[in-house]
């Protein structure tokens, strides 16, 4: 296995009408999202293998989930159902060209029941890199745990830990965000922040001064990303700014993250150098926005390749 990471994922409900009020909406069409099996998916797509680990409920849309990811080729060997909670569920709006809202019903969802028990520490030791996200810390105190706990088995086992803030301020406090999203990055190797997100960990906005605290609090490279800019690293290796693609025509914004992190990981496993491995990822997050949906824009090696090498149509 070359990434296991941990999380939940979701129908995403959006309106088929692309604008107006929600409220107003009588016809939605439905797809499946979540950052971490969006990442999963993102890497089989390029080559790797991956495995999800988490919770559904025993539900239709929990099945529904684990087909669509299953059938995307992740490894699903340690998702568990719950008879007892739901799968959640979240709704994305579009509000202009390159701006979505988003509506969370994942309160006391199943993926938020998740515990340390559901770990299977071998399962993480197979691995070379362990992903996780701010967003599962944020579900419960018991994912927080888990999380914590994933990180440490992976730190003990020799397996890289890349971490991705995530910060979703409608899920706890900022205070409460900032503290364990700052504990989480100092265990980290890689830490994976928006550049928002690092001013808000850090209270700075100059690229030098967050890449330097992220390493001052215990990473060994940070990778922000600066969106049509491309993204700043700070590591021992490179540091400085690796330019994005330019993309016309941004159709949904949401989900490029990720497909950011699988590009970088994607160029980490196969031994590029950092600065390669983030133009990787950078070509990767300007595809995933030219498609509507969170993964459906993530794209094979060849037409990546194709992409970056900017023959793509
Ligand atoms: O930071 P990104 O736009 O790449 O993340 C998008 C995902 O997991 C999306 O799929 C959604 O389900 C979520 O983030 C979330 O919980 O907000
Ligand atoms: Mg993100």
């Known amino acids: 296995m070359d990434v296991i990471t941990l999380g939940e994922s979701m ?3 959006t309106p088929k009408a692309s604008s107006g009020l929600m409220r ?5 069409s439905t797809k499946i999202a979540g950052a971490e099996s969006n990442v999963a998916i993102g890497l089989v797509r390029l080559g790797h293998q991956a495995g999800w680990i988490s919770r559904l409920g025993n539900d239709e849309f929990g099945r529904r989930i684990l087909s669509f990811i299953r059938g995307e080729g992740v490894d699903v060997s340690e998702v568990k159902f719950d008879d007892s909670a739901s799968t959640g ?3 994305k709006e579009k509000l202009t060209a390159d701006e979505a809202r988003v509506s969370y ?3 006391d969802s199943a993926a938020s ?3 340390s028990a559901d770990l299977d520490e071998a399962y993480i030791s197979k691995a070379k890199y362990l992903h996780i996200t701010g967003i599962t810390p944020a579900l419960s105190e018991s994912c927080r745990e888990t999380v914590l706990k994933a990180v440490k088995h992976a730190k003990s086992a020799g397996v890289k830990v890349i971490f991705d803030p995530n910060l979703r301020r409608k899920l706890w406090s900022e205070t409460r965000a900032r503290e364990v999203l700052l504990e989480l990055a100092g265990m980290a190797d890689i830490v994976l922040p928006g550049v928002d997100e690092a001013e808000f960990l850090f209270g ?3 690229h030098e001064t967050l890449g330097q605290a992220f390493l001052d609090n215990g990473a060994s ?4 990303k600066l969106g049509k800019e491309g993204a700043y ?3 021992e290796e490179f540091s400085g700014i690796v330019p994005g693609f330019p993309v016309e025509d941004v159709t949904d914004p949401v989900g490029a993250g990720d497909g950011f992190a699988a590009g970088c990981l994607s160029g980490l496993i196969d031994g590029l150098a950092i600065k390669e491995a983030v133009q990787r990822g950078n070509g990767v997050g300007a595809m995933v926005t030219m498609a509507d949906g969170d993964v459906e824009g993530l794209p094979d090696l060849k037409r990546l390749t194709n992409f970056m090498q900017r023959d793509y149509l």
């Open 11 to 13: 129908v995403l409900f």
């Open 24 to 28: 107003y909406a009588g016809d939605f």
């Open 89 to 91: 569920l979240f709704f």
């Open 105 to 107: 019903y994942r309160k």
């Open 113 to 115: 029941k998740m515990t």
């Open 204 to 206: 700075e906005s100059d």
């Open 221 to 224: 490279a940070v990778i922000m």
């Open 233 to 235: 690293v700070a590591s």
